[in-house]
């Protein structure tokens, strides 16, 4: 019963690995001072995400390996005019297995995010040192939750106290993508810039810890019954 109680314990603590970052879309701002520029040929500063009008974006991602164990979500918003408050006041959000408008909710809620910092500032190439739009962390302590092997859809939307946004800021290295928005709680399409007409790539970091493959199990098990028959050995010549 001791070696089975040990051996539960070791599983246990295999299982419990500090979380660490499962998967980021790309960095919200870039470079000293830290600023997220309109690409060239672009127009776009933020795409709407306003939980009062109903507008939502959405980023896909996989999980490979066994899975993963979320703990938290990071995302990145801005409204304008806030210079270096911090005005959001809720997120809500879903994650999504399958297609983006008629997969299955895996996971979702609304919370009250906490303050992650002043990342830095969404800029256009004639105005780098403009401090209008400032783009904050917002770190989601979402309830854990696990996700298989799998393609998946995460959907956000922002709610914060200014008249203008909150504003969802394009990944800093401005590379097409395949990002898409709800607007007016409409069914979600590829958001594309207005002025370039190629797709956008939005920020955003899963947090957690993976999920050990059963082979990693199995190996950590034998290596635990080869320190406990050890340990028994030792007390039986001392």
């Known amino acids: 019963m001791k070696k089975h109680l040990i051996a539960l314990g070791l599983v246990a603590a295999f299982g419990s690995a500090h979380a660490v970052d499962l998967f ?15 690409r060239a040929g672009g127009s776009t500063f933020g795409v709407g995400a306003q939980t009062t009008a109903g507008n939502s974006v959405a980023e896909n991602f996989t999980v490979g390996g066994a899975g993963w164990n979320v703990e938290s979500l990071s995302f990145f918003a801005y409204q304008t005019g806030a210079a270096n408050a911090f005005t959001f006041t809720g997120v809500t959000w879903s994650v999504i297995a399958g297609d983006v408008n008629t997969g299955t909710v895996v996971s979702g809620g609304t ?16 105005a780098l040192t403009g401090t209008t739009r400032a783009i904050f962390r917002l770190n989601a302590d979402v309830p854990d939750f696990s996700l298989a092997a799998g393609n998946y859809w995460l959907r956000w939307n922002v709610a914060g106290t200014l008249a203008s946004g909150p504003w969802q800021p394009l990944t800093a290295n401005g590379v097409v993508g395949d990002a898409q928005q709800s607007i007016t709680n409409g069914a979600f ?8 007409f190629l797709g956008m790539e939005l920020p955003f970091i899963i947090v957690g810890s993976v999920v050990p493959e059963p ?16 340990a028994r050995r030792r007390r039986q010549t001392a």
């Open 24 to 38: 980021n879309n790309g960095a919200a701002v870039a470079g000293g001072p830290p600023i997220s520029i309109i």
């Open 111 to 126: 919370l009250a995010p906490n303050n992650g910092g002043l990342e830095g500032y969404r800029v256009s190439s004639t």
């Open 189 to 196: 399409a590829p958001v594309v810039d207005g002025l370039d």
């Open 215 to 230: 082979g990693s199990i199995a190996l950590m098990l034998a290596g635990g019954v080869a320190v406990i028959g050890a």
